[in-house]
């Protein structure tokens, strides 16, 4: 019987199963019992697996079925061989577990920095076991990621179209003028629209969320900004402020701010610049289990108030 096997032919999971069956049992019955196949299917393994190693595996009679010589050189590297296979299975089913608590997330500036963390703390109060990843970009990003698959859910507070995409309205938030406290506006209770381009702008870039509700406001108002400074981030905006001139940025990034008297946040008397801030998920494939988890939760614990898709 010539040898058959090679690197590139190696024997199967399958062949090597049935033998060290059939020698831990003693017969090629026992193996097929233990396998849950009929006696014909393993007796086709072993067969298959002799073919490939070039000698007979097995002697049978009357005392049912032992190894030959060749069968004892290669039974403990077949269970060895059997062993591997099963650690194969095992990695890869701890892979898919560890993927199925892993939370992949995106956020735009004003939600991830300002309220998510606390969110997270929350729900992960009641889901130790899921691991949050979280990304902080500007509302653009945060749909590329989520329509790219690297997120499952993502958090805007722009005016990006949402074709395809299911939404859920997390919280509600006001822009504001925000100046530091030296400013002369800073002791205003409001401002007009008008009086906006008689002081220095600076502004978020052009693809954050935040910037586009105010310029789309502000342009409905019949009032245009030219920004002398566009930064990616709010914290560099608030530092910027202390050399002069004004920014519109939301409430909720300025708290901390206020409480500690550095900066103002005065409303716009004459324009409207309330916005909602939602959570984004595709509707295929199907979300992972973390993911689903945490969407329930925002459904009962933020807003609570869903918002279609635009079509």
Known sequence: MPTTT????PPSGGELAAFVAAVDTGSVQGAADSLQLTQSAATKRIQSLERRLGGRLLERGRFGARPTDLGRLIYLPAKQALAQLESVNQAAAAAHADASLTLRLSASHTIGEFLLPDWL???RAERP???PQLEIV???GVLDAIRDGRSEIGFVEGLDELDGLESLTVARDELVVVVATGHRWARRKSIAARELPS???????????TRAVATAAL???GVELTPTLEAASAESLKRALVAGGFTLMSRLAISAEQRAGTLAGIPIRDLDLGRELRAVRRRRPAATAAARSFWRWLTQHTTQNTA???T
């Open 6 to 9: 090679s690197p590139a032919n």
């Open 121 to 123: 703390s929350q729900f």
């Open 129 to 131: 076991d899921v691991h």
């Open 138 to 140: 500007n509302s653009r």
């Open 199 to 209: 002081q220095t702008y600076l502004s978020r870039e052009t693809a954050s969320g």
């Open 219 to 221: 342009s409905a108002a």
């Open 308 to 310: 279609p898709a635009a």
